[in-house]
């Protein structure tokens, strides 16, 4: 296995547009996590998901934001109406939340740039 | 609430010894995580704590207290290639990883 993957790595798009993010976690992970990073701050939870069922979603995060799991394996990040604000990097991790001992596995990230 | 505090920046010398301390407050606690980020690029895993005490690993080795909410990760034999962000992350009651904004470590020759 390949580890997190994510993509596309950079996304650069115009204020109004919607972008889609895709994430494939480790085949064995369970759980999916999406985070928003920006320079110099940790990750900033957004939303996670347990298989198919999304288990918690940022109350910080506003509803242009949407994501997805349909099957359990891959996940879909969608922001729509893209404001100058939603540019960062958007992380996705996976885990096997079997123990809980709740090791992530981050892909590499998509970079959003909104003008 | 919950809340991480970590030093923002930390500077050392190459081959000299680092700790970088962070202090936590979490609705409950299942663990902490220790994470390095270099710039531009996703955190990696660097240790786990669950237990009280310290866990060697290589040049790295972190500490808990869970009684005073305290966690210490001690970088041994500096590298140029240890420049980066150092994230704690504690796991709250709902294995909820919380995130600090991490402490920058700059290493000079």
């Known amino acids: 296995d390949t580890g997190v993957s994510q993509d596309p790595r950079h996304k650069i798009t115009k204020r109004g547009q919607n972008v889609t993010f895709r994430c494939d976690p480790i085949?064995?992970?369970?759980?999916l996590y999406w985070y928003r990073q920006t320079l110099g701050q940790g990750p900033e939870f957004l939303t996670y998901?347990?298989?198919?069922?999304?288990?918690?979603k940022s109350r910080l995060l506003s509803d242009r934001f949407s994501a997805e799991r349909p099957k359990g394996s891959f996940s879909t990040l969608e922001i729509q109406r893209t404001e100058q604000g939603d540019s960062a990097m958007y992380l996705c991790?996976?885990?096997?939340?079997?123990?809980?001992?709740?090791?992530?596995?981050f892909g590499s990230g998509t970079q959003l740039s909104v003008l | 609430g919950q809340n991480i505090d970590q030093p923002t920046e930390m500077t050392a010398t190459e081959g000299a010894i680092v700790q970088i301390n962070c202090t936590y407050q979490?609705?409950?606690?299942?663990?902490l995580f220790w994470y390095q980020q270099h710039a531009g690029e996703a955190p990696t895993f660097l240790s786990y704590?669950?237990l009280d005490g310290l866990e060697e690993k290589g040049r790295f080795s972190s500490f808990l207290s869970r009684s005073k909410g305290y966690s210490y990760l001690l970088l041994k034999e500096l590298q140029m290639k240890d420049s980066a962000s150092y994230l704690c992350?504690?796991?709250?009651?709902?294995?909820?990883?919380?995130w600090g904004a991490g402490t920058k470590l700059i290493i000079k020759p």
């Open positions: 998901f347990q298989n198919e069922a999304q288990l918690e």
């Open positions: 085949s064995e992970h369970n759980r």
């Open positions: 991790a996976s885990s096997h939340a079997v123990t809980g001992r709740e090791k992530l596995f």
């Open positions: 992350a504690p796991l709250d009651s709902n294995y909820q990883l919380i």
């Open positions: 704590n669950v």
């Open positions: 979490t609705s409950g606690f299942n663990g």
